[in-house]
């Protein structure tokens, strides 16, 4: 017996509980989806017609940790929709303040590459805040580039955003590139052994998650070749996990930048912003 969209969205919160600490949005969006409204509508105009079909088979996905982003196929970040698959990471609200960072650091950014650019959210954002910008993103994996591609087209930005297929584990992997008023990357950084989330280590691609057993290994090879990227002032900014500051400073800082630290929403260390030290 089908139920109206209201009774089936309080069945559903319920269900998910125990998957999620989001699960009355959770249930929203699945069920937004399905009825191919926004959420708002949803809420504000359908909440007495019959729940659709597919509904409960999406609750069962979610229910098995999938994340909402996968199934949907998409995710808001700073205000703007990104196609994601389970090639690239799922945008997190937390790498919101590696976009303010960058746009308080460098505001008349010209030139900004995105180092591991996933879905493109980072770069993409950038440019749509700064129509004076052009940008590179650089991504080894080629079915997440493809995303990043799409994005850029639905984004109206692919005429400024050029996704290229570079692996800087690889020697000669900056070739051609040039230099740039702005770096950002948010690069692997989460240690081999760590305990993740089931909806992190079962979905999303490790590739872009893990980086070694202390989880510094990209910021390793990375940190030391922002110099030779960057134009004469410019300045780069990285994404980092909490516990990561220290290090992360002491290999900018061994490179010769003097170091900024900001922190997410939830007031833990989430990126660092690399000057040069005499700029
Ligand atoms: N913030 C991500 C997580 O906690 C990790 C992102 C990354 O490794 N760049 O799952």
Request: net charge negative; aromatic share 4%; hydrophobic share 45%.
């Amino acid at each position: 017996m089908s139920c109206d969209i209201a009774t089936a969205l309080r069945d559903a919160a319920t269900q998910l509980a125990a998957t999620s600490d989001t699960a009355r949005l959770d249930a929203e969006l699945l069920m937004a989806h399905a009825l191919g409204l926004t959420r708002s509508d949803m809420l504000l105009r359908h909440m007495r017609e019959p729940a659709p079909e597919g509904f409960a088979a999406l609750v069962e996905r979610r229910a098995a940790h999938e994340p909402i982003a996968h199934i949907t196929g998409e995710q808001e970040f700073y205000g703007r929709s990104f196609a994601v698959t389970p090639d690239t990471l799922v945008p997190r609200g937390d790498s919101e303040c590696v976009v303010d960072a960058a746009l308080e650091a460098v505001p008349d950014a010209r030139s900004i590459i995105d180092l591991g650019t996933g879905t493109g959210c980072l770069l993409l954002t950038l440019l749509a805040e700064r129509p004076q910008a052009t940008g590179v993103g650089v991504e080894r994996s080629d079915r997440a580039r493809a995303v990043a591609v799409g994005n850029a087209r639905a984004l109206g930005l692919s005429g400024r955003a050029d996704m290229v297929a570079r692996d800087w584990t690889r020697d000669g992997w900056r070739d051609g590139l040039g230099r740039f008023d702005l770096v950002i990357s948010n690069p692997p950084y989460v240690e081999a052994e760590a305990a993740l989330q089931p909806d992190v280590r079962d979905y999303e691609p490790g590739e872009a998650l893990f980086a070694g057993p202390d989880g510094l290994e990209d910021y390793r090879l990375l940190v030391p070749q922002l110099p030779a990227l960057l134009l004469p002032g410019g300045v780069a900014v990285l994404e980092i996990g909490a516990a990561q500051d220290v290090a992360v400073t002491q290999l900018a800082v061994d490179a010769g930048f003097a170091v900024t630290l900001r922190r997410d929403l939830g007031g833990r260390p989430r990126a660092l912003v690399l000057r040069h030290g005499d700029a």
